[in-house]
């Protein structure tokens, strides 16, 4: 697998097929992928680098309380970053119910269902002069759907009594829904 560094979009987040923003996206397109994070804002990108606080404070100056939640603040040095013509980025997306294979044998867990998260891919294009670009490069979950498939697998239809039961199990195991 390798390293990767992470990307954060200050501007508009980037969105699957469905809409739902996307957090977390993570790439190997800069050049030496060390964990880094890549800040991106406009046409801007910088790298977020130094220590984990200011130089001239101590850690006790980067904590706070308000109400009943810590809040440790941190600040990095910026450092301006040429990126490549073509910056690939990706993540999964926590919000959009995963695709759901039946599997030839149980699984440690005892499950006979694999959860396939839908992969989202994008492609940020820096054209000298112009503003950034940015082009979804992966389908929706239905391609992921045939693709499965194509590939041999045997994909479960959301209504199937399997995938059904496979939700249900699933819900029962994360517990009681907490109510706001």
């Given at each position: 697998m390798g390293m990767y560094d992470d990307v954060v979009m200050l501007d508009e987040p980037l969105a699957c097929p469905a809409g739902h923003p996307l957090g977390g996206l993570q790439t190997k397109s800069f050049h030496d992928p060390s964990m880094s994070t890549y800040l991106i804002k406009g046409d801007r990108v910088v790298r977020a680098a130094g220590r984990s606080w200011r130089d001239d404070e101590d850690e006790r100056s980067?904590?706070?309380i308000t109400g009943d939640e810590a809040v440790h603040e941190t600040w990095y040095r910026l450092e301006p970053v040429s990126p490549p013509v073509e910056l690939h980025v990706y993540s999964h997306c926590a919000h959009c119910a995963p695709?759901?294979?039946?599997?030839?044998?149980?699984?440690?867990?005892g499950d006979i269902v694999?959860?396939?998260q839908l992969f989202v891919e994008f492609s940020l294009q820096f054209p000298e002069g112009e503003p950034m670009r940015v082009a979804?490069?992966?389908g929706d979950r239905d391609e992921l759907m045939e693709e499965l498939r194509r590939d041999g697998l045997r994909v479960l239809e959301d209504d199937a009594p399997l995938a059904l039961a496979h939700r249900e199990i699933q819900r029962a195991k994360r517990g009681p829904a907490r109510r706001l």
């Open positions: 980067a904590w706070r695709v759901l294979v039946r599997s030839d044998r149980a699984t440690l867990w694999q959860e396939h979804r490069v992966t």
